[in-house]
Nanobody
Framework: QVQLVESGGGLVQAGGSLDLSCAASVNTFSHYVTGWFRQAPGKEREFVAAIGWSAGGTNLADSVKGRFTISRDNAKNTVTLEMNSLKPEDTAVYYC?????????????????WGQGTQVTVSS
């Protein structure tokens, strides 16, 4: 069982930046594909970004390309989502998720473990 804990959410003005961190409870976290998803009120949970075992394998949603970066520190069992040029439409609860295997997927159902979520609010 993998426990994931997100941190770093908060309130920021449009154009600002926030870094979200996902910490895992296992030392083998480097062997899990890790993703970030978000869910706005009244909307379905959507894919934001994911990173594979190696730092070179990443995948980002078109809506965040050029603004968000995902990275991992396997020594610290953490994955970070750096969010820049934030927009009001980025407002949502952001969830960290992990899946066994090597393939990066964008489907919610493809992930085995989830964190509790952290709120990001971008004011206009």
């Amino acid at each position: 069982q993998v426990q994931l804990v997100e941190s770093g959410g908060g309130l920021v003005q449009a154009g600002g930046s926030l870094d979200l961190s996902c910490a895992a409870s296992v030392n083998t976290f480097s062997h899990y594909v890790t993703g970030w998803f978000r869910q706005a009120p009244g909307k379905e949970r959507e894919f934001v970004a994911a990173i594979g075992w190696s730092a070179g394998g990443t995948n980002l949603a078109d809506s965040v390309k050029g603004r968000f970066t995902i990275s991992r520190d396997n020594a610290k069992n953490t994955v970070t989502l750096e969010m820049n040029s934030l927009k009001p439409e980025d407002t949502a609860v952001y969830y960290c998720a992990a899946r066994r295997g090597t393939e990066i997927v964008r489907l919610v159902a493809g992930y085995n473990f989830w964190g509790q979520g952290t709120q990001v609010t971008v004011s206009s």
